[in-house]
């Protein structure tokens, strides 16, 4: 057997007992391996086994797929292909009336927008140069803080601090007329000239009312009103 | 018109939505696709629902083709891929069903009109026996011998179709007829 083998691999014309077997052997080819099978048993056996193997496949195939019909094949309309969106409008561009009633359109469109912005600038004032409404906004004044300092915590006082906070607000004194001019005028002092300004906890001046006008306050809530009775009084004086 | 075309035109038509190019491509294929998956699947029914799987699936995928292998070639690997997914699931059905199926083959032999009841008997279960020797086959052997006998291609086509070398496609059908001889001895069917 291994001598067979031998022999197989040695012919030199194993590799063409495939071919001669499926009848794809040239002329020439075919009548030198007809010639080699009478003198070598071994490709005599082979190609024996194979042609009988692939007839017996041949003869399956001969008596049970060759009587049946055609596949008959149809691609499921689900499948098939949908125009898309794009391709629809192309496809109604390409007939020339639609697309010439389209471009007439358009043209219309445009110069009636142009006429129509034209005829709108024209009953515009000159000053406005643009169509956008100005925006005015009415904000209410912030407080400004320094940038740097953080702003002072709230403090939120206690009971007795709002009572010694009440009791240093001066209780308004009703006090003569005379007494009043004479508080008013300068007496030459330059911390009575700035007697109503106060330096307030952050460092700034702040502007406050002198002391006696409180009373005036407190009974008139009315600062005009005392002014003139002021110089009421230094009409009579 | 379609049929003067080339198949990789008509698939470069069929990418552009063309359902009558992919339409001339299975007329031309179908026949060929059909004894593949017949020879791969053994059944009827199973090859008819695999052939036009695979072409659904060929459509479905128009778009990815790009044209570096052959149409031919590109069908086959689908067919093949499709025919191993329906093994695949008989796989998963239980041994009964299937040696119940293979008894109810029998019987619809039997019962054939044509011919004496005896050699249609002896007919069927030859048959049977070569399809089932054919299944047995390990699958790269498999696709090569019904690539040659049921599709009747050249060597040359089979090894462009499965981009192998033409000896090693030589290769594959000898050791598949070599087995096939080996299982049909070992099933005692009486080769011709």
Known sequence: ?237 | MLRNLSDEQLVELAVRDDPEAFGEIVRRWERKIFALCFGMLGREDEARDAAQEAFINAYRSISRFRGDAKVSSWLHRIAVNQCLTVKRRQKSRSEEYLSEDDEAESRVFVASPAGSPKNIAEKGERLRLVRQAVGALPQELREVIVMKEFEEMTFQEIAETLELPLSTVKSRLYTALKQLKMKLERLQVEVV
């Open chain 1, 1 to 237: 057997m291994a001598g067979d083998k031998a022999t197989i691999r040695d012919c030199g014309f194993s590799g063409q007992i495939l071919d001669f077997v499926y009848d794809e052997l040239a002329g020439s080819g075919k009548a030198a391996f007809e010639g080699h099978l009478s003198q070598c048993s071994s490709c005599a056996e082979d190609v024996a086994d194979l042609s009988s193997t692939s007839m017996a496949v041949r003869h399956w195939r001969a008596e049970e797929f060759e009587p049946l019909g055609a596949l008959g094949f149809e691609l499921p309309r689900s499948l098939a292909p949908r125009p898309s969106l794009a391709a629809s409008i192309l496809a109604f561009f390409r007939q020339p009336l639609y697309a010439a009633t389209v471009a007439t359109l358009l043209i219309g469109a445009a110069i009636g927008l142009y006429f129509l912005l034209g005829s709108r600038t024209q009953s515009q004032p000159a000053i406005a140069t643009t169509d956008s409404p100005v925006r005015v906004e009415t904000q209410a004044p912030k407080a400004v803080l320094p940038i740097d300092e953080p702003e002072p915590p709230v403090q939120r006082d206690t009971d007795e601090q709002i009572a010694a906070t009440e009791t240093k607000v001066p209780t308004p004194i009703r006090r003569s007329r005379a007494q009043r001019v004479k508080s008013r005028r300068p007496t030459g002092n330059s911390n009575d000239r700035i007697q109503d300004q106060t330096v307030a906890s952050n460092g700034s001046r702040v502007r406050v009312a002198p002391e006696d006008l409180f009373g005036e306050v407190a009974e008139t809530r009315d600062r005009s009103l005392r002014l003139t009775d002021l110089f009421a009084e230094d009409d009579e004086d």
